[in-house]
T-cell receptor, first 114, second 112 residues
C-alpha cells in the first residue's frame, strides 16, 4: 500500500509569511493527525481528525495555525503568520481508527523560518 | 503525571551487542505502550507494542519488557546491527484516549 504522502519536503520562508503543508493519508484511513517535531524531541500532537471532523485540536495554536480536511481525505495545515519558533518538522500520520490503531507517518515537512 | 521519561538520551553499542532503552511513566491508567523507530529524514514507524496484561513481548530481535509495579518498560534489541541505528521513541496512551504521550527519544548508534 502507498504510504502517507506529505509535501513539500522542505520549506524556507521569512517570518510573518504564510505557509501551508499538505498531507494525503493511506487510503481507507479515517483518522488523520498532524504532529510537530522539534529536533531531538518526540512528536507533539497538533490536531486529530476523524473523517472530516477535528475531534482534538486542543494543542493547536489557533491564533496562527489552522487546518482542514475536506471530504475526509487530504488535509492541509496552515501557519499565518509564521514565527521563528515555528521552525520544526511537521508530520502527518494516519490510522484506521479505533483504540491503539498503529499510526503511519509521512516523512514530514521541514520548515525553516528565517 | 502525563509524562513518559525515556533514557538514555543516546546510546552506542557494538555490533552484535544488546541495546537497552528504558522508559518510565506515572499514570497508572496507561494501557498501551508502543515503541517507534525513526530514521533520519523519515517519519516514525511502529516497531513493537505491548499492553500491561503481559510482561514481555518478542518480535524477532526486538523485545519489550514490562514491569507494571515499577511503572517501567524497556526495549531490548538483541544482536544489534548497524541498520538498527536510529532514534527510538517510547510512548503510552490510555483507554479511550487516542493521544499518545511520547518519550524524548534515544539516539542509538551501532558501531560495526
Amino acid at each position: 500500500e502507498a504510504g502517507v504522502v506529505q509535501s513539500p519536503r522542505y520549506k524556507i520562508i521569512e517570518k510573518k509569511q504564510p505557509v501551508a503543508f499538505w498531507c494525503n493519508p493511506i487510503s481507507g484511513h479515517n483518522t488523520l493527525y498532524w504532529y510537530l517535531q522539534n529536533l531531538g524531541q518526540g512528536p507533539e500532537l497538533l490536531i486529530r481528525y476523524e473523517n472530516e471532523e477535528a475531534v482534538d485540536d486542543s494543542q493547536l495554536p489557533k491564533d496562527r495555525f489552522s487546518a482542514e480536511r475536506l471530504k475526509g481525505v487530504d488535509s492541509t495545515l496552515k501557519i499565518q503568520p509564521a514565527e521563528l519558533g515555528d521552525s520544526a518538522v511537521y508530520l502527518c500520520a494516519s490510522s484506521l481508527g479505533g483504540i491503539n490503531s498503529p499510526l503511519h507517518f509521512g516523512n514530514g515537512t521541514r520548515l525553516t523560518v528565517t | 503525571q502525563q509524562q513518559v521519561k525515556q533514557s538514555p538520551q543516546s546510546l552506542i553499542v557494538q555490533k552484535g551487542g544488546i541495546s537497552i532503552i528504558n522508559c518510565a511513566y506515572e499514570n497508572t491508567a496507561f494501557d498501551y505502550f508502543p515503541w517507534y523507530q525513526q530514521f533520519p529524514g523519515k517519519g516514525p514507524a511502529l516497531l513493537i507494542a505491548i499492553r500491561p496484561d503481559v510482561s514481555e513481548k518478542k518480535e524477532g530481535r526486538f523485545t519489550i519488557s514490562f514491569n507494571k509495579s515499577a511503572k517501567q518498560f524497556s526495549l531490548h534489541i538483541m544482536d544489534s546491527q548497524p541498520g538498527d541505528s536510529a532514534t527510538y521513541f517510547c510512548a503510552a496512551s490510555k483507554g479511550s484516549n487516542y493521544q499518545l504521550i511520547w518519550g524524548a527519544g534515544t539516539k542509538l548508534i551501532i558501531k560495526p
